[in-house]
């Protein structure tokens, strides 16, 4: 069976104005028909417009707009007629719905300044808070600085928002951007002393000593009577410690093989056909693609998954992939697929809102010493390979090979890996007394402690109603009941 569901699909909105579709309830709708596309692919989409609606072909420019504005209207009109059945109260709300293009972009403008002035009424509150800066340039060669924020006040209430997003139309240095982010917490009023701490990428202009934007923002906090520190992106330092790992002797024909099957369109059809034919897993390979981190395990995936299946197709084509029948380049690529997918959890649970710098530390503590498990097991006469089920594949298929051998290589790999972690997240490891302090109270030795807390931490070690509530409550919830 194919597993189109884990593969993210969502719809896109040119399907409106190409194939007469709308997205409803995460349903994708015909505007035309009504009738509903199960699975969000434009294959589907395009096949049900092509073979029940090709008529409107005809319509282009204006006129396709003017049509789609059409089906949109009685779309309104079906659902107030549910509207009358369901919740007749609501009808004269759902009535005064205008989808005209100037009122949608004031009602945008309007949700943008509503949101504004709620975020600056609650920076007011704040205790402190910090930032996070991230720049990137975008398909017009603009440079484009993201810039979040998340504050706390006195009740221990967490807001965690985008503060603002600047256009850099020249030059890019650490001054540069530093008016940018002044400019962004000026505007909402946050106070400078306020701020404890900032978090960049790894760019010269982000972290230099003398004028990085990290440098001049904790430059200014320390003006303004605070304290911040700075440091690198967590979910950035792992990347690159992923990429770490290069191994190009197997990325390499990987990669070629998945551009010489997906370049060509009559190629392409042709592959997905002959998996068809077959009833193969998957219905087709996966992209690579560098900017989004991901997106080299699935593809490593998808394509060790139908390696078989890539084989005979490639040799139906006259362009057969002599690695596919080398059982060392398959053990590193089983490898390769294994060590990916652990990189993956751990990148996986380092995203996502509200999470404090205690949980992301911790999934980075674990990873080491998964990585020293892994190195232990791999280094044994006879290795464990149980958390590597593709390797282990590998060598139980071509058990004469003795590719148990490679094992110390593998071990030899982790642990440059490891030590590359360790290196990148120095900065974590400097304040994890800090973190300990914040997520875990109870366990700290007061001596250990900053001397302005230590008599107030051995009241809290002494009192077994909060130990007990802060095992049986949230931290954010156990902080505001002190």
């Avoid at 490593?300 to 006259?318: N, V």
Wanted: negative net charge; proline residues 2%.
């Amino acid at each position: 069976r194919r597993k189109v569901d884990s593969e993210g699909r969502r719809f896109q909105d040119r399907w409106k104005v190409e194939y007469f579709f709308t997205e409803i309830e995460n349903h994708c709708v015909c505007l035309i028909c009504q009738e509903t596309v199960a699975v969000y692919k434009e294959f589907n989409v395009k096949r049900h417009y092509q073979s029940r609606h090709s008529t409107y072909d005809k319509l282009t420019g204006h006129d396709r707009s003017e049509k789609l504005k059409q089906l949109e209207a009685v779309l309104i009109e079906c659902v107030m007629k549910m509207v009358e059945n369901i919740c007749p109260e609501k009808k004269q709300e759902f009535a005064n719905i205008c989808l005209a293009r100037n009122t949608v972009a004031r009602r945008i403008e309007e949700i943008s300044s509503d949101i504004k002035r709620q975020l600056t009424s609650k920076g007011v509150d704040f205790d402190f808070f910090s930032i996070a800066c991230d720049e990137s340039t975008d398909l017009s060669d603009t440079a484009q600085l993201l810039i979040f924020m998340r504050g706390v006040d006195d009740e221990m209430n967490v807001t965690e928002e985008l503060l603002d997003l600047q256009s850099l139309t020249d030059q890019t240095r650490g001054k540069d951007l530093f008016v940018s982010v002044s400019s962004a917490i000026d505007d909402m009023k946050l106070p400078w002393n306020k701020v404890t701490g900032i978090i960049t990428d790894g760019a010269p202009a982000m972290v230099g000593e003398r004028s990085g934007l990290s440098t001049l923002i904790c430059n200014k906090v320390i003006e303004e009577g605070g304290k911040a520190i700075k440091l690198h992106c967590i979910i950035h330092q792992q990347v690159l410690c992923a990429k770490h790992l290069k191994y190009d002797h197997v990325m390499k024909p990987v990669l070629k093989t998945i551009n010489f099957i997906r370049s060509k369109a009559l190629c392409h059809r042709q592959f997905k056909q002959f998996l068809l034919d077959i009833q193969a897993e998957y219905e087709d390979v996966l992209y690579h693609n560098d900017v989004r981190w991901l997106s080299r395990g699935s593809a490593l995936q998808r394509f060790y998954s139908l390696r078989k299946e890539i084989g005979e197709f490639l040799e139906t084509k006259g362009q057969p992939m002599r690695e596919l029948s080398d059982p060392i380049w398959l053990a590193d690529l089983g490898f390769l697929v294994d060590i990916t997918k652990h990189l993956n959890v751990l990148n996986t649970s380092l995203q996502g809102k509200d999470a404090a710098v205690n949980q992301l530390y911790s999934h980075l503590k674990a990873f080491g010493t998964k990585l020293q498990l892994f190195i232990r097991q791999l280094s044994q006469t006879q290795p464990n390979t149980i958390h590597f089920s593709a390797l282990q594949e590998i060598m139980n298929s071509f058990p004469q090979d003795n590719i148990s051998a490679q094992t110390s290589r593998y071990a030899a790999d982790i642990a440059s890996l490891a030590g590359e972690f360790k290196r990148r997240f120095q900065d974590f490891a400097a304040i994890e007394k800090e973190i300990s302090l914040f997520s875990s109270p109870f366990s700290v030795d007061p001596d250990d402690a900053p001397d302005q807390l230590q008599l107030e931490l051995i009241e809290l070690h002494c009192d077994s109603e909060l130990r007990s509530r802060h095992q049986q409550l949230s931290l954010v919830n156990f902080y505001r009941q002190l």
